[in-house]
């Protein structure tokens, strides 16, 4: 079975903070996710990476960055949190070809205060 | 704009059968999928339709009409474990998933 493991379930930051967000996927999938989940919302997508070292924006990039420098992970860095980021966040993976089904982690509730 | 429309919630009694559906307006269509999100856990894989017609898997089935625009979840022989939201997704013609924003199904004894 795959397992995406994200490093934290819940995290309680302060505004102006920086702040990482880790996710672990063990099945050698080259593609990756940062999605967040808020009330009434569908998921929406931050940035995605198909390759190491490589990246892509999301529908809502704005405030994020994120690094993949091994495969197997995939970080997501709140260069300076805000209160406006206080949300679900997900990683997800999947193998290459655009129909795969994507593999989420449980998600990390993050509160910025 | 690209548009994915669910029912908020549903409730429906254990044992019985309940349709969750899915209307789409998206640029261009590769496929739809259902997964089942159990509150604070993860989203889970359960169908993808691309082609029209109904899709049965187990007590689950899932159903797509690509002229209508519409997709629904079938759910048989409720139980309360399938107490859950049901989250619908659209790859569009750029293979970008569009999400709804999902329905929370309640089960009652």
């Known amino acids: 079975d795959v397992k995406v493991t994200q490093s934290s379930r819940y995290l309680v930051k302060r505004t102006g903070e920086k702040v990482f967000l880790e996710c672990v996927q063990d099945?050698?999938?080259?593609?990756m996710f940062w999605y967040r989940q808020d009330p009434g919302l569908g998921l929406r997508l931050i940035y995605f990476s198909y390759d190491v070292k490589m990246k892509e924006k999301g529908d809502i990039p704005e405030g994020y960055s994120v690094s993949r420098e091994k495969k197997e992970r995939f970080s997501l860095i709140l260069e300076s949190a805000s209160t406006n980021q206080t949300s679900m966040y997900l990683c997800a993976s999947n193998l290459p070809g655009q129909v795969q089904p994507q593999h989420f982690g449980d998600g990390t509730r993050l509160s910025i205060l | 704009g690209q548009n994915i429309d669910q029912p908020t919630e549903m409730t429906a009694t254990e044992g019985a059968i309940v349709q969750i559906n899915c209307t789409y307006q998206t640029s261009g269509f590769n496929g739809l999928f259902w997964y089942q999100q159990h509150a604070g856990e993860a989203p889970t894989f359960l169908s993808y339709n691309v082609l029209d017609g109904l899709e049965e898997k187990g007590r689950f089935s899932s159903f797509l009409s690509r002229s209508k625009g519409y997709s629904y979840l079938l759910l048989k022989e409720l139980q309360m474990k399938d107490s859950a939201s049901y989250l619908c997704a659209v790859l569009d013609s750029n293979y970008q998933l569009i999400w709804g924003a999902g329905t929370k199904l309640i089960i009652k004894p």
């Open positions: 099945m050698d999938h080259e593609n």
